[in-house]
């Protein structure tokens, strides 16, 4: 079974600051998924990549295969940028849906 | 862009009553899936479904059943409820020949008291 383990746990930035959020998982994979989650619970899914990089907006995620590790990258960060970053990972190959989550990353940007 | 469409967005309950939970998929998205997220804990997968027939299923309790109709929207329905359904449930759709990637929706928040 994967496990996914995120840092920091919590993050608290300055507005402009550029932030990173690590994820690292223990098996193999087809795809990785950063989800965010804001206060009053809606998901919102950020990306889904299976190599290298990917960017919308000031949003950029990448993703390493053999190191078996991703990260989440928010550039000129803004306080509408705070709410809780998960990674999520499948359980399975087979099963993109069955869904492995690391604890999140509660992100606070402040003006 | 249309997204997942979830309702009702807030429900609340009494012990042993029903509730239904409805997710009406992107366009052109062909599978949904079910998910609950009790307090403080990861979503866990329910239920799925692929062209209105069930595809799999998680740790959805016999006290609750779904299904996919010919539109594609999805119901879930709840029966004799317990506080321990206290939960959001999200419904996520992925489209036809999709890679895999998952849209979810905002949620429906349900309480039993």
């Known amino acids: 079974k994967n496990e996914v383990e995120q840092s920091p746990q919590n993050l608290t930035a300055q507005e402009g600051e550029f932030i990173t959020i690590n994820c690292s998982y223990s098996v193999g994979i087809s795809a990785l998924h950063w989800l965010q989650q804001h206060p009053g619970g809606g998901i919102v899914s950020l990306f889904m990549?299976?190599?290298?990089?990917k960017k919308h907006g000031r949003l950029i995620a990448t993703i390493n295969i053999q190191e078996k590790h991703s990260s989440l990258h928010i550039t000129a960060s803004h306080p509408r940028d705070s709410a809780v970053y998960i990674c999520a990972v499948p359980a399975a190959m087979d099963s993109n849906y069955q869904l492995i989550w690391g604890a999140g990353t509660k992100l606070i940007i402040k003006p | 862009a249309a997204g997942v469409i979830q309702s009702p967005r807030h429900l609340i309950k009494e012990k042993r009553e029903t509730a239904t939970l409805k997710c009406y998929p992107i366009?052109?998205?062909?599978?949904v899936y079910w998910y609950q997220q009790g307090p403080g804990q990861d979503p866990q997968f329910l239920i799925s479904f692929y062209e209105k027939m069930q595809s799999d299923k998680g740790s959805i309790p016999d006290r609750f059943s779904a299904q996919q109709f010919s539109d594609y929207h999805s119901e879930l329905n709840m029966s004799s409820l317990e506080l321990g359904d206290s939960a959001l449930y999200f419904c996520a759709s992925s489209p036809v020949g999709g890679n895999g990637e998952l849209f979810f929706g905002e949620g429906s928040r349900l309480t039993v008291l």
């Open positions: 990549l299976s190599s290298g990089k």
């Open positions: 366009p052109r998205h062909d599978t």
